[in-house]
């Protein structure tokens, strides 16, 4: 009873101190997603434009989140965790939602934000099942999942060129 009294408190610990959780569901690889810990679990939101995909996070089902150290970004614990999808304007979705819009940074609507999730977007808990895994011996490191995002473009043909006169002038 201890063993799992210390799990709990430390899944709710590194949860509320971490803004990232790496969450695998059913068939999906991990990916992180940004939450709330709220009254006992891990609250997300997303599926919706511009929000965090929850491929995978679907009612009923189980998930792995691996919590990394908010300072090292290390692991720190890996529990399982029962899926639970809340229902738009429900007291507990409301209460989700609450804490999640404090947590959400550059949202496009700021205060329409609510109306906007309980339209297009899913609010999900993943609730703690008590079972934590051990953490694996390797680094697990993966390749990234493919998107249509992109941070490099092809350099200007006439870039060197500029860069080296300013050079010479200096």
């Given at each position: 009873?201890?063993?799992?009294?210390?799990?709990?408190?430390?899944?709710?610990?590194?949860?509320?101190?971490?803004?990232?959780?790496?969450?695998?569901?059913?068939?999906?690889?991990?990916?992180?997603?940004?939450?709330?810990?709220?009254?006992?679990?891990?609250?997300?939101?997303?599926?919706?434009?511009?929000e965090?995909?929850?491929?995978?996070?679907?009612?009923?089902?189980?998930?792995e989140?691996?919590?990394?150290?908010?300072?090292?970004?290390?692991?720190?614990?890996?529990?399982?965790?029962?899926v639970?999808?809340?229902?738009?304007?429900?007291?507990?979705?409301?209460?989700?939602?609450?804490?999640?819009?404090?947590k959400?940074?550059?949202?496009?609507?700021?205060?329409?934000?609510?109306?906007?999730?309980?339209?297009?977007?899913?609010?999900?808990?993943l609730?703690?099942?008590?079972?934590?895994?051990?953490?694996?011996?390797?680094?697990?490191?993966?390749?990234?999942?493919?998107?249509?995002?992109?941070?490099?473009?092809?350099?200007?043909?006439?870039?060197?060129?500029?860069?080296?006169?300013?050079?010479?002038?200096?």
């Open positions: 009873m201890t063993g799992e009294l210390l799990d709990r408190a430390l899944i709710e610990e590194a949860s509320k101190k971490s803004g990232l959780i790496w969450v695998e569901g059913p068939g999906v690889p991990a990916r992180p997603l940004w939450h709330v810990w709220h009254e006992g679990a891990a609250c997300v939101v997303g599926d919706g434009p511009g965090q995909p929850l491929t995978g996070l679907t009612h009923g089902a189980r998930a989140v691996t919590v990394r150290s908010k300072d090292k970004g290390g692991r720190l614990v890996t529990w399982t965790a029962a639970r999808a809340l229902t738009s304007g429900s007291e507990e979705w409301t209460a989700a939602v609450d804490a999640l819009k404090g959400r940074l550059n949202a496009p609507d700021g205060e329409a934000m609510p109306e906007r999730w309980a339209r297009e977007c899913r609010v999900v808990r609730e703690p099942t008590g079972a934590t895994g051990a953490l694996p011996d390797g680094d697990l490191s993966a390749a990234p999942l493919p998107t249509p995002a992109t941070t490099r473009t092809p350099m200007p043909a006439g870039l060197p060129r500029l860069l080296a006169k300013r050079r010479r002038r200096g």
